[in-house]
């Protein structure tokens, strides 16, 4: 079973306006972390957010914001005021705590390609 | 600089040959990995590290070999490269086992002919 799902391979928004990336989740544990990262076309892997599944406040970062719904095992990426530059593809993943075997490995999503246009 | 190194940044190799791929990373993370990324599939892990001699096999382990003899590199090695082993492979450390993000090197793109 897929642990991270993005829904939507690609998404277009105008330069200015917000823009939501969808991101659900699926673990039995009770602690795990919650990240996004944005790939350009350069290639590279940044780290955006990050979202502790005990933190009580959905987590902020300049333009990004993570819209934390633990109930419903969803972490969507809210970018405001998109610029050219988000242009890129964004991967959700989640971390789990050791376990055995699984040694706190990343899960990701399949991503999600944004386009930003004038 | 301080950061996660990874050599070559380009590599075309012919079927049947050794490939070894070089991470090196300057903060003395423990925690490090490697994943391929191939269009359809995402980043899927190769292999992970807890510590220098601590090493275990991820999703996709076949036809890889890891080791780590000191704590800032992790090598991994393509013992007799394929096809299918064409791809973008990414090295990533982390300083905690989790509730911290990794860090990725810029990868590297490998093309088996």
């Known amino acids: 079973a897929q642990k991270i799902t993005q829904t939507q391979p690609g998404m277009f928004v105008q330069e200015k306006e917000a823009v939501t990336l969808d991101c659900t989740y699926d673990t039995s544990d009770p602690s795990y972390g919650l990240f996004w990262y944005k790939q350009p076309s350069s290639g590279e892997m940044i780290f955006l957010i990050y979202q502790g599944s005990y933190d009580q406040q959905n987590a902020t970062e300049g333009r990004y914001s993570l819209n934390f719904q633990k109930a419903r095992k969803s972490a969507n990426l809210v970018i405001s005021a998109s610029q050219l530059g988000d242009s890129a593809m964004y991967f959700c993943?989640?971390?789990?705590?050791?376990?055995?075997?699984?040694?706190?490995?990343?899960?990701f999503g399949r991503g999600t390609q944004l386009t930003v246009w004038p | 600089d301080a950061g996660i190194t990874q050599s070559p940044r380009y590599k075309i190799t012919e079927t049947g040959r050794q490939v070894t791929l070089m991470c090196h990373q300057t903060w003395s993370h423990s925690y490090m990995f490697w994943y391929r990324q191939d269009l359809g599939h995402g980043l899927r892990l190769i292999y992970y590290s807890a510590a220098a001699d601590i090493t275990d096999k991820g999703e996709v382990p076949d036809g890889y070999v890891v080791s780590r003899s000191k704590t800032e590199n992790f090598p991994l090695t393509l013992e007799s490269a394929t096809r299918s082993q064409t791809s973008v492979y990414f090295c990533?450390?982390?300083?905690?086992?989790?509730?911290?993000?990794?860090?990725f090197g810029n990868g590297t793109r490998l093309t088996v002919t």
């Open positions: 990533a450390s982390s300083d905690r086992p989790h509730n911290s993000p990794l860090h």
């Open positions: 993943a989640m971390r789990e705590p050791l376990r055995g075997s699984t040694l706190g490995r990343l899960y």
